[in-house]
């Protein structure tokens, strides 16, 4: 497994933007698809999007295509979620996950066995 750290959380206006960032800490994210799950009070974790290091295939949740891009920097091992556009509804409590998913459940939680203590995104005017 790797230890994974979020940052980059926050309040933003609606139509606002916020990067999120998902560091691994003790090896590299080689050989790992790297995923964003949120979570909203009272509802499930749901799957937001993911890459996987290698390659760089994505996939997103159809609510956010073309709001959000994931992308990976080998430099800083690091995953970023960039979000455009934020809406209400997109305030939840966002989570960064790596695991070794085949192709097909890359969108599933129960492929991702590394999880990261969650990050707060607030949308609120």
């Known amino acids: 497994q790797v230890q994974l750290v979020e940052s980059g959380g926050g309040l933003v206006h609606p139509g606002g933007s916020l990067t999120l960032s998902c560091a691994a800490s003790?090896?590299?994210?080689?050989?790992?698809?790297v995923a964003w799950f949120r979570q909203a009070p009272e509802m499930e974790r749901n799957f937001v999007a993911a890459?996987?290091?290698?390659?760089?295939?994505?996939a997103f949740e159809d609510s956010v295509k073309g709001r959000f891009t994931i992308s990976r920097d080998y430099a800083k091992n690091t995953v970023s979620l960039q979000m455009n556009s934020l809406k209400p509804e997109d305030t939840a409590v966002y989570y960064c996950a790596a695991g070794r998913p085949i192709v097909s459940e890359m969108t599933k939680m129960r492929a991702y066995g590394s999880w990261g203590q969650g990050t707060q995104v607030t949308v609120s005017a």
């Open positions: 890459i996987r290091w290698s390659g760089g295939n994505t």
């Open positions: 003790g090896r590299s994210f080689g050989g790992y698809a």
